[in-house]
């Protein structure tokens, strides 16, 4: 029960208790003057009548007697009158009955009036000629006091009911820095560090906010510092200090997750070198300082240069040199994009060029299915020595096709939109499901759904489909298109557990799909229920704003949202401190070596730490061995998938 009830029930008891009070008391007093009143009454009424009657009873006039005894009970204040003579006899005696029915029975019990008579002599001259004796009524008095009780009731309710009305104005106004708190306290649980401005007048109640206001900047503070601490590691442990970008340990650990990742299928990849002739020239003549911006500005010129593929990695390998990977492209994409760097770096202004120039080569390889990170490096390393061989500012292309005919990863983008639109068209998808598993207790605890393309016999992953189609613009079609198929799914028979579903971030930023997406889930709360809409973390970075709307969309329905490819990011995390998620999804690339790598081993432990003081789990994908798993159990993350763990199945795992 609320405080605000608490108070408004305490001033209604406060009121009838006084009112109890005061009327008892009332009613004590009143019983005392009524029963005085009625024995007053009486013998007045037994004096007055003894007077009038005295010829009467002389005379032995029963009939005047009689009437004059009915004359005196018309008032109803008299239930017996009589007459004795100086015998005790009885002359006249005359019985008046009195109704009381409109007074409660439980009334009369509880006032128990006496019938107090009066009694007076008849006498004619001297001689005295008997005894008149007037007995009360408490009908009369019954009614009387009734009638006050009930007044006083009345009363009492109504002033009560106003009582009631202004307390409860006062006192909703009173208590609105306390609700004031509870909401800063609630956003405190959220780790939404907010402070009240405007601070109550009354004492007490100032001195509660003031002390939650420092609470809350306490708080933040810690929780910023422990933010910093983890993107600060973050930064030393997978980023270049000089440029800002990947570093090599980095770049191979994310390039061999890309290449061992089973529930992507087959892969595309391009990957250039592209290497500066004679860094210590440039550190001799102008100094490290002067060659460390050059390396950032040259850094920042192919990371802009590839700005239109968000999957592209670049990366400072070693000293003089750069790399780019390229998941997913055509072999047309992969050369354009590739020429287009080499063009950029060429361009870059240095103000020492006449006295100084740069010189660059580059090594360019794509690959048709990769399946080795190693081999793909190779080849661009081949490449970039061929290039160096010719002569500076050149680059050299080395393809592992060799003739033959492209296979179907090497399809023209024109190729790609008629096969998509053929797919959305004719609802040519096929859902499997991974399962996802406590750490603590191997308990399924979701699953994650993974599409798949009908390619004619064959299925093509998503990840082959899926970036041609976000450069197409279809991926708003395309997870309409999932949607509607889990739907019909569940239609058949329902899912028994949540459901991992990753959205698109073009999806996100389309009107038209965000529009769909509340009509749909409105229309499938049941579904929508057990959805957990998965987007990269890059997607925070990209658009912050579209994120948070479609996170008040997917609360409204009953649906959830998590962060999948955590910690690709060199961003400070500051998202997690407002944006309410189901969980945090560490990218497959921390999971490579982890039980030789203790960076990375703190690394993960830290965001466990960071995640649970937000009140989110901690997920890891790409579990391939049973290595990996204990050492998960060791860092504390709360929940894993890989294909040791569970492969993709058709249906999901009861």
């Not at 208590?175 to 405190?188: F, G, K, M, S, Y």
């Not at 060791?634 to 199945?649: I, M, P, R, S």
Request: with cysteine; charged share 20%.
């Amino acid at each position: 029960m609320t405080l605000f009830r608490q108070l408004i029930i305490a001033v209604v008891i406060l009121f009838i208790c006084l009112y109890a009070g005061n009327t008892l008391v009332s009613l004590h007093n009143n019983r005392l003057l009524v029963e005085d009143q009625m024995q007053v009454h009486a013998q007045d009424t037994a004096t007055s009548l003894g007077l009038s009657m005295t010829q009467a009873a002389q005379n032995k006039d029963i009939a005047t007697l009689d009437a004059m005894f009915n004359a005196v009970s018309d008032s109803g204040y008299y239930q017996r009158i009589y007459f004795s003579d100086l015998e005790q006899n009885v002359v006249i005696d005359r019985e008046f009955p009195v109704s009381i029915e409109t007074v409660p029975n439980w009334f009369v019990s509880m006032m128990s009036l006496p019938s107090p008579e009066g009694k007076a002599e008849v006498s004619s001259g001297w001689s005295q000629l008997g005894v008149l004796t007037v007995i009360s009524h408490p009908g009369q008095a019954y009614s009387k006091l009734w009638q006050v009780t009930t007044t006083q009731l009345g009363w009492f309710a109504g002033i009560t009911l106003l009582v009631c009305l202004l307390a409860y104005l006062a006192l909703k106004w009173l208590l609105v820095p306390l609700t004031r708190v509870e909401q800063q306290a609630n956003e405190i649980y959220e780790r939404r560090f907010v402070t009240q401005d405007k601070i109550p007048k009354t004492r007490e109640l100032g001195r509660v906010v003031l002390a939650m206001n420092r609470m809350a900047d306490h708080l933040k503070e810690v929780f910023d510092e422990q933010l910093a601490v983890i993107g600060q590691l973050q930064k030393q442990s997978f980023r270049d200090s000089v440029t800002g970008l990947s570093n090599r340990s980095d770049f191979d650990n994310r390039l061999s997750s890309f290449v061992d990742d089973k529930e992507a299928g087959v892969h595309t990849g391009a990957l250039f070198i592209v290497a500066m002739q004679d860094l210590a020239s440039v550190n001799e003549f102008a100094g490290r300082k002067e060659g460390n911006n050059l390396l950032k500005t040259i850094g920042e010129c192919i990371n802009n240069a590839v700005l239109a593929h968000p999957r592209a990695l670049v990366v400072r390998r070693q000293g003089q040199e750069f790399a780019v990977f390229l998941p997913d492209v055509t072999p047309q994409e992969g050369e354009e994009l590739a020429g287009a760097v080499f063009n950029a770096v060429q361009g870059v202004n240095w103000l020492h060029h006449d006295k100084c120039p740069l010189n660059f080569n580059m090594g360019y390889t794509y690959h048709s299915e990769v399946t080795s990170g190693a081999d793909i490096l190779s080849g661009a390393d081949v490449a970039l020595r061929q290039a160096k061989l010719q002569g500076t500012n050149r680059w050299v292309k080395l393809s592992d096709v060799q003739g033959g005919e492209v296979p179907v990863l090497g399809r023209t983008l024109q190729e790609w939109q008629d096969f998509l639109e053929q797919t959305i068209k004719g609802h040519q998808i096929a859902l499997h499901y991974q399962p996802i598993l406590s750490v603590s207790d191997n308990a399924v605890v979701a699953h994650e759904v993974f599409v798949r393309f009908v390619n004619g016999e064959d299925l093509l992953a998503a990840a082959v489909v899926i970036p041609i189609a976000e450069r197409l613009d279809l991926m708003p079609q395309l997870d309409q298109l999932i949607l509607e198929s889990l739907a019909s799914t569940n239609r058949n028979k329902e899912f028994s557990g949540k459901l991992c579903v990753n959205l698109s971030m073009v999806s996100v930023q389309t009107n038209g799909f965000v529009k769909w997406l509340d009509s749909f889930l409105m229309s499938q709360r049941e579904l929508a229920s057990k959805l957990i809409f998965e987007v990269s973390e890059q997607a925070i970075t990209v658009d912050d704003q579209s994120i948070r709307q479609l996170d008040k969309l997917l609360q409204k329905c009953g649906a959830s949202m998590a962060i999948d490819g955590f910690g690709l990011e060199s961003s400070a995390f500051g998202y997690l401190s407002s944006l309410p998620l189901n969980h945090l999804k560490v990218h497959r690339s921390f999971l490579r070596g982890l039980d030789q790598n203790p960076d990375n081993q703190f690394y993960i432990r830290s965001l466990v730490q960071l995640a649970h003081n937000r009140g989110v789990q901690l997920w890891l994908e790409g579990v391939e061995s049973e290595l990996e798993w204990k050492q998960l159990v060791e860092l504390g993350v709360d929940a894993a998938q890989g294909y040791f763990l569970g492969k993709l199945q058709s249906k999901p795992v009861e």
